[in-house]
């Protein structure tokens, strides 16, 4: 596939589909899009083995993990910033990476189980890395929104409420470690978003109406998230950007609540540790957007600060999933956030 390949309207609506329910059955996509369902369902199959399109899959919500969240900016000595995001591919605490401009070479978002393990984390495992000058890091204190609610909007409100009525029904929130077979559906969800209940159950050894019980109660409370994701440059939003801001202290929980309902919102958390306190993540049609964008906030909202902007120049890695230089996945490095000494 040629960076140049543009998805078609109805992979578009496809990949919409599968944002609002990632195991939604091929035939109520295929009656909800007015096709066969053996005609999406080999779309699917197409855009995913050309990495154009992929489930991701990590535990919980990130707001809802017991794990503490930061963004690290780290700043590389000259023509290291490769070497640099080549060592941390592999790293399971490091969620996603991109080189970016600005003050920073690569932005991280990293997951640790506690400060105590961010702090050796920034000070011995990242500061050893050859080529690592130094870093900024802001620790996340809220999550308003996150990629697995971003949208497409290539779907009427029909066919999305037709698609959402799909989904598993919500279970009250539940914490604390998977069981054995739990973990086992995770890890073969990681594989496979999409595999069928019989599937999961012959690889778990279990039954597939057990199978199908257990994954509809991991969803539906919160333990695991699944999401449609699929390459930048063919999404028909291929610029991406971090805005750094700051906000009355008093006004951050309404702002930051009102930024994250943009459609060009991916991300929208609130940051401390420097003098931002808000660090929204957009998705653009176009790098002319951006001022735009700067132009509306200040419009919207009173007293909004923007401290710095970063273009992303390309994604390395996005919430555990490795990308080739055309945004395509490739392998996935699972999000498992544990204690050092729970790690064999």
């Known amino acids: 596939m040629q960076e140049s390949f543009n998805l078609e309207e109805l992979e578009l609506q496809l990949v919409?589909?599968?944002?609002?329910?990632?195991?939604?059955?091929?035939?109520?996509?295929?009656?909800?899009?007015?096709?066969?369902?053996?005609?999406?369902?080999?779309?699917?199959?197409?855009?995913?083995?050309?990495?154009?399109?992929?489930?991701?899959?990590?535990?919980?919500?990130?707001?809802?993990?017991?794990?503490?969240?930061?963004?690290?900016?780290?700043?590389?000595?000259?023509?290291?910033?490769?070497?640099?995001?080549?060592?941390?591919?592999?790293?399971?605490?490091?969620?996603?990476?991109?080189?970016?401009?600005?003050?920073?070479?690569?932005?991280?978002?990293?997951?640790?189980?506690?400060?105590?393990?961010?702090?050796?984390?920034?000070?011995?495992?990242?500061?050893?890395i050859p080529g690592v000058r130094d870093c900024r890091t802001h620790v996340m204190t809220a999550v308003y929104t996150e990629g697995s609610r971003w949208r497409l909007r290539a779907l009427t409100a029909a066919q999305r409420a037709r698609i959402t009525a799909s989904r598993p029904e919500v279970l009250p929130k539940a914490g604390g470690k998977l069981d054995a077979a739990d973990q086992k559906l995770y890890a073969a969800l990681e594989l496979d978003g999409r595999a069928s209940f019989s599937e999961l159950g012959e690889r778990v050894g279990i039954s597939a109406s057990t199978a199908r019980r257990r994954v509809n109660a991991l969803l539906g409370a919160g333990r695991i998230v699944m999401r449609c994701e699929v390459a930048q440059p063919v999404s028909g939003w291929p610029i991406s950007a971090s805005l750094w801001c700051r906000v009355r202290p008093a006004d951050l929980d309404g702002v930051a609540t009102q930024l994250a309902r943009l459609p060009e919102t991916r991300s929208c958390s609130s940051v401390t540790g420097g003098r931002a306190n808000l660090l929204l993540s957009v998705w653009l049609r176009s790098a002319a957007d951006i001022h735009r964008l700067?132009?509306?906030?200040?419009?919207?909202?009173?007293?909004?600060?923007?401290?710095?902007?970063?273009?992303?120049?390309?994604?390395?890695?996005?919430?555990?999933?490795?990308?080739?230089?055309?945004?395509?996945a490739g392998g996935v490095v699972p999000l498992i956030v544990q204690e050092e000494g729970d790690r064999g």
Not at 119 to 128: E, H, I, M, N, R
Not at 299 to 324: F, N, P, T, Y
């Open 16 to 128: 919409n589909a599968l944002q609002l329910n990632p195991r939604v059955p091929w035939n109520l996509v295929g009656s909800v899009l007015g096709v066969d369902p053996v005609t999406v369902a080999r779309r699917w199959e197409r855009l995913a083995a050309a990495g154009l399109v992929w489930i991701s899959v990590y535990p919980g919500t990130p707001w809802d993990w017991d794990v503490v969240g930061a963004n690290i900016y780290v700043r590389c000595a000259a023509g290291q910033a490769s070497a640099v995001a080549d060592t941390l591919r592999g790293d399971y605490r490091v969620a996603t990476i991109e080189h970016i401009t600005g003050d920073g070479d690569l932005s991280l978002t990293v997951f640790t189980p506690n400060l105590a393990d961010l702090s050796s984390y920034v000070l011995t495992s990242l500061g050893a």
């Open 294 to 328: 700067e132009a509306a906030l200040a419009e919207q909202v009173d007293d909004l600060q923007i401290i710095d902007i970063a273009l992303s120049l390309r994604h390395v890695k996005r919430m555990g999933r490795l990308l080739d230089d055309h945004g395509r």
